[in-house]
């Protein structure tokens, strides 16, 4: 954020000595908003009086916000437009000038180059004019230094040459070429400082006209600290401190500043940048010879070039702030007086400050119109010294690196009839520093556990969870088995307080989802854990056990279910007498096909030895018919043969009578699956 201008002579002006009598004339800061979000609203009001343009001037960084949400007015005038430079590099801005003015030229180079355009000079109380035929520079000698000449034909036909630095408000007759050669060494000076970017407003004026400019531009965040002050007795005072950066390069004079409460959305999009999108090249129809056609073996299709997103309106603004609350004022107490004493920490001596104000879904800090902020400096400012309701207590969450001791802490209700802003705080009890806190943006009424040091004095020890699943509900129908059953978890707290005095302790246990507390009663919910209280007696003891339960709801198939599974449930007491003897039932089933399985597994090992038995046989039959003397002994393998086959024929319609029984089985149990309901 920089100084803004009136307009001044260009460069080129300046070089070819030409007056101008242009005044630089500052527009001031009058406002400044800060926000959480990395931007500022800035409000510039001043009186105009020189007649061209208006000229701001602001970081590259900046632009991209500026232009999203510039809005200007003028009293006794109207606003024309709005003009700023291109950000393109600079040989892309100076390729369309007719000339270049290189490094290390002098006038002779740029004169000779524009040949044949007419100048205009003075030369003493002689006024030349003429076209440019040449220009060149005479090099120095021993003698003489360096000298430039040109050499114009006059407009009576006369050839004369020139010693350039005898020639006064030289300029071109040419008014484009002038205003050219103005606009380029205007882009030249701009390009030596990369980071600067400059927005004329054009404004058509009646006289003296009172011009403001209004803009968001990206600005440091402003911070927040409190002290929370403990006094022995009556309600502790919240004092508020602002921290704010002035990072814009320029003086903060009496200006008007609020600090907000929230973060309204801001982005950064491609909106000063020039945005080109590639086109298809079309050729010209009807030109050139017909070409052979080729086919690709598939569809290609060419991606489309997106345009650059559209710029987001920039955060709405209040039009007006109400005027500001009272000023709470603060008695200073005579430091001498305690010269004796111990120093202790007490309420600062603040002469005023800052108003709330609610800002539509945000809060401001308001402070009216004599804030002084040097640039490059930072300030604290004060905005709330108030007494507020809060309680010493402990704390022991899950969450803290100490498992044994609980956290000292206080609960605070913001009854301030402000929105605090979230922010570090530093605790003083008794007169002393006792540790530091943390807490985010609270609104008024809204309550807050602070925890600021480790209590040595309290012990605590927590025993491992223990859990039980007990079936709460059973159901039976077309097979499918359901049950509702619960995982009930118990952990146990056990506290011992060594100081004498009594304490309150808030043990917050995060929330398990779909998990219920059973007991004790929950004294307070946050949006992922719950608070239990404890009252722990002075030199004693207490314990705390926390009972949750969790819902199960499961469905199974029956079918797919093993007699041990389904004789979990049988063995629960709790299941209805008619639900347990329908799943015996179903188990004995059950355990009669699993007996026919067995006995069918039994049957076939049998046949399977005869088999290997009947295969032996008949191989040693073969062989010893090829033995003469031999019969004997194959009449005898033969009638054992014969046994073998019985056997295995007997064997085989056992297993046939057996696999009948299965099926018959199985159909049973299908039946009595299907038919069971309870």
């Known amino acids: 954020m920089k100084r803004l201008y ?20 500052e527009l001031p800061v009058r406002r400044v908003v800060l926000y959480k979000n990395g931007v500022g609203y800035v409000e510039r009001v001043g009186e105009v009086s020189a007649s061209g343009p208006v000229s701001l001037t602001f970081g590259a960084d900046e632009m991209t916000d500026v232009l999203k949400s510039l809005s200007v007015s003028a009293t006794n005038g109207s606003v024309e437009r709005v003009r700023f430079s291109t950000d393109e590099s600079l040989e892309e801005k100076l390729k369309s000038f007719p000339f270049r003015i290189n490094p290390g030229e002098n006038m002779a180079s740029l004169l000779d180059a524009l040949r044949g355009e007419r100048i205009e000079a003075a030369r003493g109380a002689e006024n030349v004019r003429g076209a440019i035929l040449s220009a060149q520079t005479v090099p120095a000698t021993n003698q003489t230094p360096a000298r430039e000449y040109v050499t114009l034909l006059e407009d009576g036909g006369a050839m004369n040459s020139y010693e350039i630095a005898s020639l006064g408000r030289l300029r071109f007759a040419n008014a484009k070429l002038q205003q050219q050669v103005t606009d380029y060494l205007r882009i030249v000076a701009e390009a030596r400082n990369q980071n600067r970017r400059s927005v004329s407003i054009d404004v058509l004026r009646n006289g003296n006209t009172q011009l403001s400019a209004r803009y968001m531009t990206p600005m440091p965040v402003w911070k927040s600290s409190y002290r929370m002050i403990f006094g022995k007795e009556g309600k ?30 801001s982005f950064l999009t491609n909106i000063y940048p020039p945005v080109n999108v590639a086109r298809p090249f079309v050729p010209l129809p009807g030109i050139g010879s017909t070409a052979p056609v080729t086919y690709e073996s598939e569809m ?3 991606a489309a070039i997106a345009p650059a997103p559209a710029a987001a309106p920039a955060p709405a603004m209040e039009k007006a702030m109400a005027s500001a609350l009272a000023s709470g004022r603060f008695e200073r107490r005579d430091m001498a007086a305690d010269s004796a004493q111990r120093l202790e920490a007490r ?13 539509g879904a945000l809060f401001a800090y308001h402070f009216p ?25 402990l704390i022991f969450t899950e969450r803290q690196p100490v498992t044994n001791h609980p956290m000292l802490a206080f609960e605070m209700t913001n ?15 008794g007169g002393e520093y006792a540790g530091e806190a943390l807490f985010e943006t609270t609104k008024e009424g809204e309550k807050r556990l602070m925890s600021y040091g480790l209590d040595l004095g309290t012990s605590l020890r927590t025993e491992p969870s223990s859990g039980t699943r007990t079936v709460q509900e059973i159901s039976m129908q077309r097979g499918v088995l359901s049950v509702k059953s619960k995982q009930r978890t118990t952990i146990k707290y056990t506290l011992s307080n060594a100081d004498a005095r009594a304490k309150t302790l808030v043990i917050e246990r995060l929330a398990r989802p779909n998990y219920e507390t059973v007991t004790p009663t929950v004294s307070e ?39 041990d ?27 009669q096909i699993a007996e026919n399985e067995r006995q069918m597994s039994s049957v076939q090992a049998r046949v399977n030895s005869l088999n290997s038995q009947m295969e032996r046989v008949r191989r040693n039959m073969g062989s010893l018919n090829n033995i003469a003397g031999q019969q004997a002994q194959v009449q005898k393998l033969a009638a054992e043969l014969g046994v073998l086959q019985t056997d295995a024929a007997g064997r085989e319609a056992e297993m046939e009578r057996l696999r009948e029984n299965g099926l018959t089985l199985q159909q049973e149990l299908d039946g009595l699956i299907e038919n069971t309901q309870f």
């Open 6 to 25: 009136c307009a001044i002579p260009s460069l080129a002006a300046a070089l070819f000595a030409v007056s101008a009598g242009a005044c630089a004339q």
């Open 236 to 265: 502790p005072t919240l004092e508020g401190w602002a921290v704010v950066d002035n990072t814009s390069g320029e003086d903060w004079n009496g200006i008007n500043l609020s600090l907000i409460s929230g973060k309204p959305v």
């Open 300 to 302: 290609r299709v060419q």
């Open 347 to 359: 309420p600062s001596g603040l002469a005023s400050v800052a108003a709330g104000i609610e800002a």
């Open 369 to 393: 119109g004599h804030v002084n902020v040097r640039k490059g400096e930072s300030v604290m400012l004060p905005f709330l010294q108030k007494p507020v309701s809060a309680q010493r207590l």
């Open 415 to 429: 009854d301030s009839g402000l929105t605090l802003d979230g922010g570090p705080v530093t605790v003083f009890d």
């Open 525 to 563: 919910k946050t949006s992922t854990a719950n608070r239990f209280r404890v009252q722990l007696p002075a030199s004693g003891a207490a314990s705390l056990e926390i009972v949750e339960e969790f819902p199960f709801h499961e469905s199974h198939q029956v079918t797919n279910l093993n007699e």
């Open 565 to 591: 599974q389904l004789g979990v449930y049988v063995r629960n007491q709790a299941l209805p007498a008619a639900a347990r003897q329908a799943l015996e039932r179903i188990i004995a089933k059950k355990r």
